[in-house]
């Protein structure tokens, strides 16, 4: 579905104040855009119903103490990387796709990478504004790899897949 409605100004700057505190009272909201409480409640509505204004709940990766690298690849099935915990979000592209991946450690990404996508050059991401939060996949359902066949978790290179029963990190 693609918007067809225009955002006038009041609308980019609701969106704005809500992008710097999405905890922001709909009443505060008002004042800073001045408008009615019923006014802003019907411009976030609005929005909202034509999929312009979303929320998405996440971690602060840098809080959590992850790490995240960026990969481009040409060809790859995307589709076995979807459930996958430690791939954060993938961008398909005209010639390929850039792929994000986090871990609790350098030592597993890398070895996470080099096992599924080959020797890619991996970007370690140092520093982003704003925070980067991130939708983190944490319910044990998914990939399943098997650790137990992995050279690199069975020489402790590796902490092994979040959803591996035998998992050595701490945030999954």
């Not at 992850?66 to 790859?76: F, N, Q, R, T």
């Not at 996470?112 to 982003?128: A, P, R, S, T």
């Amino acid at each position: 579905m693609v918007f067809k409605e225009e955002i006038d100004e009041i609308d980019r700057k609701i969106i704005n104040a809500l992008q710097l505190n999405p905890d922001i009272s709909q009443n505060e909201l008002a004042k800073v855009v001045n408008l009615s409480q019923p006014s802003v409640s019907a411009r976030i509505k609005k929005l909202r119903k034509n999929g312009i204004l979303s929320a998405n709940f996440g971690i602060d990766i840098k809080k959590a103490g992850l790490h995240v690298a960026k990969i481009e690849v040409d060809d790859v099935d995307i589709d076995k990387f979807k459930s996958c915990p430690y791939v954060l979000s993938i961008l398909s592209t005209n010639n390929g796709h850039i792929i994000f991946v986090t871990g609790e450690d350098y030592s597993s990404m890398e070895h996470f990478v080099k096992k599924n996508f080959g020797d890619v050059e991996m970007k370690i991401i140092i520093d982003v504004f704003p925070h980067l939060i991130m939708p983190v996949k944490m319910e044990k359902n998914g990939c399943k790899m098997n650790c137990r066949e992995c050279p690199y978790y069975l020489t402790g290179q590796c902490l092994g897949c979040p959803f591996f029963e035998e998992y050595k990190g701490k945030l999954w």
